[in-house]
C-alpha cells in the first residue's frame, strides 16, 4: 500500500464524514455488545468505528498499518475522552494477536484496500473466540456492470491503494469461503459530498482533475444508480450503499 497518501489523509479522516453515517449505527446494532467484551478494530483509520464501540464494551484494541492514523485515532479517542483503548500497528493480514481472543473484531470502510483479502479473513476467524462476531462494514457495488465498472475506476483513479469493488453477494462469499457465517446483513445508502471526498483521497492535481471529468460524463446508468448531482457544471454530490454485516466463525470441520 501506499504509505504516503494515507498519512495525507489522517487528518481529513478525523474531522470528515467518517465521523457519523447509518453504517456506523447499523454496525453497533448488530454488535450488540453487552459491556464485557475484547474488541478488535481492523483499518482503524482516525478511529470512528472503534469510538462508537469503546464506551459500550470492556476493551478495545485499534490497528492499522500506518502510524499516522492511529495518532490521529489517540487524539480523536483524546478528545473524548475515552481511555480503555490501545493503538497497535499491524496490517489486517498479519494480526499480532492469539487464536480466540476476541469477542468482537470491527471492521469499518477498510477492507477494500486489503491486499490479501481472503488472507485478512482467515485472520479474523483465527483472532476470533467461537461465540464472537465479525463486523464488517464496506462499500457495495452497484447492481449493474457498467455502473460497477464505472465506480471502480473513479476509486482507483482518485486513491490507488483501492482494491476491492464488491457487490452484497461477492463480499458474503468472500466471507463464507474463508470460514463465517453470515448472521445479519443491511444495506444503507450514504451521500458524499463530491470535493470533500475527492480531496481525502486524491493523489494529485491531476488526477482529481480526471476523476471530476469522469463523473461529468458518467453514463446514464451510473448517474442513476450513484445518484450524481451535477451543479452549474460541477458535481455536487453523489451517493453510494454501504454493506454491514455480522458473521460468525464457522465451527472447525472434523
Ligand atoms: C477509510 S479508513 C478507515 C476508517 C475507520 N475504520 C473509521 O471507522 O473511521 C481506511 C483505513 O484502512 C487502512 N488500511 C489500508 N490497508 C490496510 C490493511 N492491509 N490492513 C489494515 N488496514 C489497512 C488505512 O491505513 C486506513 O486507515
Known amino acids: 500500500m501506499t504509505a504516503g497518501r494515507w498519512e495525507r489523509a489522517a487528518e481529513q479522516y478525523a474531522t470528515g464524514e467518517h465521523k457519523s453515517g447509518d453504517e456506523l449505527r447499523v454496525a453497533v446494532e448488530f454488535a450488540a ?14 478511529g470512528h468505528m472503534a469510538l462508537a464501540m469503546a464506551p459500550r464494551v470492556a476493551s478495545v484494541i485499534l490497528t492499522d498499518p500506518v502510524d499516522a492514523m492511529l495518532d490521529a485515532a489517540r487524539g480523536v479517542f483524546r478528545q473524548a475522552g475515552i481511555a480503555n483503548a490501545d493503538y497497535i500497528k499491524a496490517a489486517a493480514e498479519a494480526l499480532p494477536f492469539e ?13 477494500h484496500p486489503f ?59 468472500r466471507m463464507q469461503s474463508q ?47 450513484l445518484e450524481i448531482v451535477v451543479r452549474d457544471g460541477a458535481v455536487v454530490s453523489f451517493t453510494d450503499t454501504k454493506l454491514i454485516v455480522a458473521a460468525r466463525p464457522q465451527a472447525p470441520k472434523g
Open 33 to 46: 455488545p453487552k459491556g464485557t467484551e475484547r474488541v478488535l478494530d481492523i483499518g482503524a483509520g482516525a
Open 99 to 111: 487464536a480466540v481472543s476476541f469477542d468482537l473484531v470491527t471492521t469499518r470502510l477498510a477492507a
Open 115 to 173: 491486499g490479501d483479502l481472503d488472507l485478512a479473513l482467515r485472520e479474523v476467524a483465527r483472532v476470533l473466540k467461537p461465540s464472537g462476531r465479525f463486523i464488517f462494514v464496506d462499500t457495495v457495488a452497484p447492481d449493474d456492470d457498467e455502473s460497477t465498472r464505472f465506480l471502480h475506476e473513479v476509486e482507483t483513479l482518485r486513491d490507488p491503494t483501492h482494491r476491492h469493488t464488491l457487490t452484497r453477494d461477492e463480499w458474503v462469499g
Open 179 to 225: 470460514g463465517f457465517t453470515v448472521a445479519q446483513s443491511a444495506v444503507v445508502r450514504k451521500a458524499h459530498p463530491f470535493e470533500p471526498w475527492l480531496e481525502r483521497g486524491g493523489e494529485d492535481a491531476a488526477s482529481m482533475a480526471s476523476v471530476r471529468n469522469r463523473f461529468l460524463a458518467a453514463p446514464p446508468a451510473a448517474r442513476a444508480a
